[in-house]
Each structure stands twice: as structure tokens, then as C-alpha cells.
T-cell receptor, first 115, second 115 residues
């Protein structure tokens, strides 16, 4: 798909294993973070979000961890399935509090799941 | 809900021609965003609107690009004249913009090729 670049970090996992995708964000004052999944030929799709007053949030098969000390975000996918193959983006919100604003996206990580 | 709708899905044009991309946000969403995605630069915010008013257009690359939102259910991104370096996938996204929900929902994108 158009989102896959030659220089995208790639994570290859076996079906059924757990996946961990990492992201370093840029602004220590960012207070809202989102993980998006983008399949080939499609737009980014929301997976899970977390606010800066939390360090962990769980969804269905996914967990996001936030470490504000080192400005690090991770996405854990349990029991990875072939349908999880996609490019995953983290995004941070640079406008604080309740006002909407500008999401800054990372470059993305390509996840490949081997059957 | 149909989600964010974009048209056309694919556009091929010649350098110098005018290109108009269209977007219908999710009904009830107050924010609308235009992004551009390329292999080299990833996902970049071009402009966003709140209640049909442009809030931040600092991402618009140059005067050849313009965006309008004449009403809550329609927005256009226009490039005139187009150049080969404008070739990219252009995404529209919308969000409620509420304090507790900054999630942006993306459309399927328009793949633009300028020859």
C-alpha cells in the first residue's frame, strides 16, 4: 500500500505469538496518544488511545503502555493473527486539554504475521 | 454510519491541471482534517477546520493548495496547478472534538497521480 515505505521498521511475528510495537514521541507536554492501524489501500483505523494521566490501557487483544519518563509508547497485540498485518502508527496530540488539535503521527511500523 | 467519504478514490492528471478532492465527514463531527501521505514523508497534516472555519493551515505546502468547507457536510481540497511532486494519497478525517474524545476517523483516501 501507499503507506509502506522502503525505510519503515518491520516486525515479523508468527501467528499466535504476541507482538510489541514501539514508538518514541517527541513532546513531553503531549497529553493524548493514539494507535492507528493502516491496511494496504485503506485509511488509518483507530485501535486504542491513552491519556497522559494513565500508564496502561487495555482493549480487546491490545494493550497500550505509556512511559512518560522516557517518552515511550508501546502497543501490545496478543495472539497475533494474519489480519493484524498492517502498518501501525502512533500519534500524539500537541494541543493540550480539551481542545482539538493537531495529531502528530510517527513514521509507522510494518507488522507482518507469518501463518 | 457510512464513515468519512472521499471522492474520487483515484485521480490521474497531467501537470498543470487543477485537481479537486472532496470529503464528506461523519455527521455531527465538528472537526475536519486533510492529510497527505507519501512514502518519504509519512502522514502530514495539511489543514483542519472547526465548525467549518479553518483553524490551522500551516501544513499547506504552498499557495497552489487551497481548502474550503462551505458547510458541515462537505469540504474540498484543491490543487492548482498540480505538479508531479503532489502525487500522494490524500486523506480526510473527522472527529467530534469533544474534550474526552479526540479520535479522528479517516476516510479511504484519494490516490493522486500527477504525470
Amino acid at each position: 500500500g501507499e503507506s509502506v515505505g522502503l525505510h519503515l521498521p518491520t516486525l515479523s511475528v508468527q501467528e499466535g505469538d504476541n507482538s510489541i510495537i514501539n514508538c518514541a514521541y517527541s513532546n513531553s507536554a503531549s497529553d493524548y496518544f493514539i494507535w492507528y492501524k493502516q491496511e494496504s489501500g485503506k485509511g488509518p483505523q483507530f485501535i486504542i488511545d491513552i491519556r497522559s494521566n494513565m500508564d496502561k490501557r487495555q482493549g480487546q487483544r491490545v494493550t497500550v503502555l505509556l512511559n512518560k519518563t522516557v517518552k515511550h509508547l508501546s502497543l501490545q497485540i496478543a495472539a497475533t493473527q494474519p489480519g493484524d498485518s498492517a502498518v501501525y502508527f502512533c500519534a500524539e496530540n500537541m494541543n493540550y486539554g480539551g481542545s482539538q488539535g493537531n495529531l502528530i503521527f510517527g513514521k509507522g511500523t510494518k507488522l507482518s504475521v507469518k501463518p | 454510519d457510512a464513515g468519512v467519504i472521499q471522492s474520487p478514490r483515484h485521480e490521474v492528471t497531467e501537470m498543470g491541471q487543477e485537481v479537486t478532492l472532496r470529503c464528506k465527514p461523519i455527521s455531527g463531527h465538528d472537526y475536519l482534517f486533510w492529510y497527505r501521505q507519501t512514502m518519504m514523508r509519512g502522514l502530514e497534516l495539511l489543514i483542519y477546520f472547526n465548525n467549518n472555519v479553518p483553524i490551522d493551515d500551516s501544513g499547506m505546502p504552498e499557495d497552489r493548495f487551497s481548502a474550503k468547507m462551505p458547510n458541515a457536510s462537505f469540504s474540498t481540497l484543491k490543487i492548482q496547478p498540480s505538479e508531479p511532486r503532489d502525487s500522494a494519497v490524500y486523506f480526510c478525517a473527522s472527529s467530534l472534538g469533544q474534550g474526552n474524545s479526540d479520535t479522528q476517523y479517516f476516510g479511504p483516501g484519494t490516490r493522486l497521480t500527477v504525470l
